[in-house]
């Protein structure tokens, strides 16, 4: 199982880094490329070409056993 320590992302096109810190905090780039969303709780993204081309990935995630649930 995975915890989520930070949920962001770095827009390839204007640099801004994002980050979504709670379950609805929709937060978008400011060129509107890119996007995150779900806090602490899911990694979620929206994105104009293609992950590969629109953001780089800076979420932090710890992997967790079940028993520290």
Same mark, same amino acid.
């Given at each position: 199982? *995975?915890? =989520?320590? !930070? ?11 994002? *980050?979504?810190? !709670? =379950?609805? %905090? ?8 890119? !996007? ?7 990694? %979620?993204? !929206?994105?104009?070409? %293609?992950?590969?081309?629109?953001? =780089? *990935?800076? %979420?932090?995630?710890? *992997?967790?056993?079940?028993?520290? =649930?």
């Amino acid at each position: 199982m *995975e915890k =989520i320590i !930070s949920n962001k992302i770095q827009c390839k096109h204007c640099g801004e880094i994002i *980050e979504s810190k !709670s =379950i609805h %905090s929709f937060v978008i780039c400011k060129c509107e490329c890119c !996007s995150v969303d779900g806090g602490h709780y899911h990694l %979620s993204r !929206s994105f104009r070409t %293609s992950p590969e081309e629109d953001f =780089i *990935e800076l %979420s932090v995630v710890e *992997e967790i056993d079940d028993n520290q =649930i």
